[in-house]
């Protein structure tokens, strides 16, 4: 049983299109994480947040914002959608602790056309 | 640079042993995480290793020498439910996952 969600599960959209995709989990962890993966490759690290109101860049921002005002709740908007913002993106959280296993969402496997 | 290296495919036979290898390079070192992800589906957490030696999970081990920058994943008695991607991953030293690219396991009956 999944305790981290997110959605859409699937989304193709046009160019330009301003798009949030959605994180949530139940679990009150308070490390979330964005990664972008394309198929094959390693998952590369978007944004990240130690806890409510704290967010930070990873090595590939890919022009896109993160909030966490709730801690349960981490969403990533993309203002203006590419063709090479086609990827998934998954979204992961963590306890407490420095060294905690990650917990991963099934992912949102995004088009842009 | 930091670097995650694992080979990108492997082939077993269903009952086999197989032994997946991952070589890192990070700056500073907290430890080594193994993932699996099966296709189209998330990376669910496997193990962690920051002292030398062998971790041994049921029909899963995974093995870490900090001196020669190498871990291994050991996968005993292969099931068709095994065929998945094995992703390596170094904790660096400040606590951000590295990420390997993945082994694809495909397991033949």
């Known amino acids: 049983e999944a305790d981290i969600y997110q959605t859409p599960r ?12 959605e994180c949530s989990q139940t679990m009150g962890h308070d490390k979330m994480y964005w990664y972008q993966q394309d198929p094959g490759m390693e998952l590369h690290l978007i944004h990240y947040s130690y806890g409510v109101n704290s967010t930070e860049k990873g090595d590939l921002s890919s022009e896109s ?10 969403p990533l908007t993309l203002e203006s959608a590419r063709p090479s913002h086609t990827s998934q993106y998954l979204c992961a959280s963590s306890g407490t602790g420095e060294v905690q ?10 088009s842009i056309l | ?10 082939t077993a036979t269903e009952g086999a042993i197989v032994q997946i290898n991952c070589t890192y390079q990070t700056s500073g070192f907290n430890g080594l995480f193994w993932y699996q992800q099966h296709a189209g589906e998330a990376p669910t957490f496997l193990s962690y290793n920051v002292l ?10 995974s093995f870490l020498s900090r001196s020669k920058g190498y ?7 292969l099931q068709m439910k095994d065929s998945a991607s094995y992703l390596c991953a170094g904790l660096d030293s400040n606590y951000q996952l590295i990420w390997g690219a993945g082994t694809k396991l495909i397991i033949k009956p």
Not at chain 2, 52 to 61: A, I, N, Q
Not at chain 2, 71 to 77: C, F, R, T
């Open chain 1, 65 to 74: 914002t993160v909030s966490r005002i709730r801690t349960e709740h981490f």
């Open chain 1, 101 to 110: 296993p990650q917990h991963f969402g099934d992912g949102t496997r995004l």
């Open chain 2, 52 to 61: 030398d030696g062998l971790e041994e999970k049921g029909r899963f081990s």
């Open chain 2, 71 to 77: 871990s291994y994943l050991l996968l005993k008695e």
């Open chain 1, 10 to 21: 699937y989304l193709v959209i046009g160019t330009g299109k301003k798009i949030t995709l």
């Open chain 2, 1 to 10: 640079g930091q670097n995650i290296d694992q080979p990108t495919e492997m």
